[in-house]
């Protein structure tokens, strides 16, 4: 069984800048969420994606966005990237229905200067 | 929205010393875990526990939904315990991935 990955590692834009980060899901689910995590906080929920639409969306702005794929993978897309937004960005994935565990991924760090 | 409250907000242990770490949330929930953040950022999941009590090893978790509460026991603490660890719940009626966390509990664990 393969686990949540998610690409890159770390990551370092340039204010106003654009950026794409990638999670592929563990097998068998087809649920995948977005958190973004600053330095010293718990995780905080950007969005969710199910059937490749978005189903729920935390308090972020819309230049954050996403997509899903028909493999269930997924993207996140940040535009006008503002030093905030420097964080530790994690994917989870689950499947659908009575259980709700959710399994997170790696994470990518996003430095923003 | 609902609200979810861990303490203490750190504990030093000795190695080899129990704890235990409360999460209190204030409204009714489908989900509920408990996490591990290691150094490198990743969540490592100990207990899928909405209800009910789970042991796995020296960890032990239970959450009585009906008071809004769960605790995470660690017993025999060891060095590799240190860390953060998160409780995070779903509210009933939310998203499904919408898990809303706690500040967390940093773990110290003394050799």
């Known amino acids: 069984e393969t686990g949540v990955t998610q690409s890159p590692t770390h990551l370092i834009k340039t204010r106003g800048q654009q950026v794409t980060l990638r999670c592929s899901s563990q097998?068998?689910?087809?649920?995948v969420s977005w958190y973004q995590q600053a330095l010293g906080q718990g995780p905080q929920f950007i969005f969710q994606?199910?059937?490749?639409?978005?189903?729920g969306r935390g308090n972020f702005p819309p230049r954050f966005s996403g997509l899903q794929f028909p493999n269930y993978s997924s993207e996140l897309n940040v535009n006008a990237l503002e030093l905030d937004d420097s964080a530790l960005y994690l994917c989870?994935?689950?499947?659908?229905?009575?259980?709700?565990?959710?399994?997170f991924g790696p994470g990518t760090r996003l430095t923003v200067t | 929205g609902i609200q979810v409250e861990q303490s203490p907000p750190d504990l030093i242990l000795q190695e080899g010393a129990n704890s235990t770490l409360r999460c209190n949330f204030s409204d009714s929930v489908n989900n509920l875990q408990w996490f591990h953040q290691n150094p490198w950022g990743q969540l490592i999941n100990l207990f899928y526990i909405p209800s009910g009590t789970k042991q796995n090893g020296r960890l032990s978790a239970t959450t009585v939904a009906t008071e809004r509460y769960s605790l995470l026991y660690i017993s025999s603490s060891q060095t590799t315990d240190s860390g953060v660890y998160f409780c995070?719940?779903?509210?009933?009626?939310?998203?499904?991935?919408?898990?809303?966390f706690g500040k967390g509990t940093k773990l110290s664990v003394k050799p």
């Open positions: 097998s068998g689910h087809n649920t």
């Open positions: 994606y199910y059937r490749e639409e978005e189903n």
């Open positions: 995070a719940v779903g509210r009933v009626g939310g998203s499904q991935g919408n898990l809303i």
């Open positions: 989870a994935s689950s499947g659908w229905g009575d259980n709700y565990e959710q399994y």
